[in-house]
């Protein structure tokens, strides 16, 4: 009960952490813009991109319309929550990847009881516990 409760909880923080995010691309644009050229992604096709797949990996793991999509909105976030935080740790400004490492907690979480939580496992998911064999 408590592991469906923790993915529930991290699910739902993860969202909304994305969701905020999203929202301060659109409503922010300039600010964004700026903050991205500083870490020297290349921020005018960025922007847009990322207000749109912010928007969607929650989704498909909130959804979980098809469990593969939902897997494969996993691996989408936590590469870009590294190289979120590694690049602020890049810049020397460490304050910036504090929401990255946050995420990133909240993203293990999830992950790792997401099978417990849900009907339909992900072939990637951790059990909750090991399976007897049948001799």
């Not at 912010?54 to 909105?73: E, F, H, N, Q, T």
């Not at 996993?74 to 946050?102: D, E, I, N, T």
Request: without cysteine; charged residues 10%.
């Amino acid at each position: 009960m408590a592991a469906t409760y923790a993915y529930w909880i991290s699910t739902a923080l993860l969202a909304l952490l994305y969701l905020a995010s999203s929202t301060l691309y659109i409503v922010r644009k300039d600010w964004v813009l700026q903050t991205l050229r500083e870490l020297n992604y290349p921020a005018s096709y960025l922007v847009p991109l990322m207000a749109v797949v912010k928007v969607l990996g929650p989704l498909a793991i909130l959804s979980r319309y098809s469990v593969p999509l939902s897997d494969l909105a996993y691996a989408g976030m936590f590469y870009h929550l590294l190289l979120s935080g590694s690049a602020h740790l890049g810049v020397r400004k460490p304050k910036g990847a504090l929401p990255a490492a946050v995420g990133l907690v909240l993203l293990i979480v999830s992950f790792t009881t997401q099978n417990i939580a849900r009907d339909i496992p992900s072939p990637y998911g951790v059990t909750a516990a090991i399976q007897p064999s049948h001799s």
